[in-house]
């Protein structure tokens, strides 16, 4: 079973950057197709980005396609989302999510991710 953490969230100005990091644990990412989800308050949590098993497919929602990008280092066991020109909506807490096998495709649906961390918040101030 894969842990997962977090990192990387603050309060930032609107049109700032922020890179989120989501550490891995107990396994190995290398066999992991991994995304970001996002909950802000009072609203259902929302597909962010993915990333697949090999790190050459990405997936973005309109949202946050240009602005967002996901990558992953296999040998750091660790997931990242660089977000640049960031807006108040983009407040929210930042989840990682796991997805326990080898896939050339993304998913954006939340049943599809195996496991999950506990979050960061991103708070962007206008």
């Known amino acids: 079973q894969v842990q997962l953490l977090e990192s990387g969230g603050g309060l930032v100005q609107a049109g700032g950057s922020l890179r989120l990091s989501c550490a891995a644990s107990?396994?190995?990412?290398?066999?992991?197709?991994m995304a970001w989800f996002r909950q802000a308050p009072g609203k259902e949590r929302e597909f962010v980005a993915a990333?697949?098993?090999?790190?050459?497919?990405?997936y973005y929602p309109d949202s946050v396609k240009g602005r967002f990008t996901i990558s992953r280092d296999n040998a750091k066991n660790t997931v990242y989302l660089q977000m640049n020109s960031l807006k108040p909506e983009d407040t929210a807490v930042y989840y990682c999510?796991?997805?326990?096998?080898?896939?050339?495709?993304?998913?954006?649906?939340?049943?599809?991710?195996?496991?999950w961390g506990q979050g960061t918040q991103v708070t962007v101030s206008s």
């Open positions: 990333i697949n098993t090999i790190g050459r497919s990405e």
């Open positions: 107990g396994r190995s990412l290398s066999s992991y197709a």
């Open positions: 999510a796991a997805r326990q096998g080898y896939y050339y495709t993304t998913t954006a649906r939340i049943d599809d991710y195996d496991y």
